[in-house]
């Protein structure tokens, strides 16, 4: 099967969106793009589930047909019937995008509206997605908007990434890139003093040299700024097209949880929040 980008839709106006933001890339990319509407059937897994004497209701499969058909013919009508492709999965949705993964070069997710469901909605789609995928995942966030693609840098391996994700999205978009290296102080006394920040603009040029030898049609403004990163990133994707960051996952197994950042991006982002791992 041919590369494709890899959507997840559940019926939402937010699911919505990110097929659109994913068919765009599509074009943009010359790649297909699949379709996955999951669903979770209680039925099949009575009696092991809820209470007795309790029968869960039927789940209505025909509407479930009907939305991944929908979403399918939206992609078909824009790209062509060989570049769409969909499947309806009887799993949760993390589980079902995880497992079609395989053949995709980008993984899309929507969130829902900023209340109290949102946070669950991401734990269990989107967190988990952004996790454990083998490629990008991108999260559509608000509005869709040219603007800036904006990236983070740490100086890691993982930041290293994403610079090189940023480059070729902000090259394909015609858009400015803007690079923030967010320095935040271990110590309240730990100032940025100006030769350190000097030093610092410096280091910055020289690491995105190659990049823009690569890719010398983009615009790039890289900065040096100090305090939490998060708050930095949120407060410039207010303007942004995109921002992208490396997912730099702590915990017991490694790899398999996203940092901090990247988690404050997926619940407070203005704009999409694209999260490179490290292949």
């Known amino acids: 099967m041919s590369k494709y980008i890899l959507v997840g839709v559940d019926g939402t106006p937010e699911a919505h969106v990110a097929l659109r933001w994913a068919v765009d890339a599509a074009e943009q990319r010359g790649l297909a793009v699949r379709v996955v509407r999951a669903y979770l059937n209680d039925l099949d897994r009575w009696p092991a ?3 007795a004497g309790y029968v869960p209701p039927p789940l209505p499969l025909d509407q479930f047909q009907d939305e991944l058909d929908e979403a399918v013919r939206l992609v078909r009508d824009r ?3 060989e570049r769409a492709s969909g499947v309806l999965a009887d799993l ?3 589980h079902a995008l995880l497992g079609e993964t395989g053949n995709a070069e980008l993984v899309v997710v ?3 509206s ?3 469901m949102s946070a669950a909605f991401l734990g269990s789609v989107a967190t988990a997605v952004a996790a454990k995928a083998p490629c990008p995942v991108v999260v559509v966030r608000g509005e869709h908007r040219a603007g800036p693609v904006v990236v983070g840098s740490d100086g890691s391996p993982d930041s290293e990434d994403a ?4 480059f070729e999205e902000a090259a394909r978009a015609g858009e400015l890139l803007r690079v923030v290296y967010c320095r935040r102080p271990e110590a309240e006394y730990a100032v940025l003093v100006d030769s350190t920040k000097e030093l610092l603009k410096n280091w910055l040029a020289e690491s995105l040299a190659p990049y823009q030898e690569k890719y010398p049609a983009v615009t790039v403004r890289a900065t040096v700024v100090e305090g939490r990163p998060s708050a930095s990133l949120i407060q410039l994707s207010e303007i942004a097209s995109l921002v992208v960051v490396g997912s730099r996952g702590r915990g017991g197994v490694k790899g398999l949880l996203l940092g901090s950042v990247s988690q404050s991006l997926l ?3 203005a704009s999409p929040v694209a999260i490179i ?3």
């Open 92 to 94: 949760d949705p993390a």
């Open 110 to 112: 929507g969130t829902r």
């Open 277 to 279: 791992r490290r292949r």
């Open 114 to 116: 900023p209340n109290k």
């Open 79 to 81: 790209l062509g019937e």
């Open 49 to 51: 589930i809820g209470m």
């Open 267 to 269: 619940h407070h982002a």
């Open 163 to 166: 610079i090189a994700f940023a």
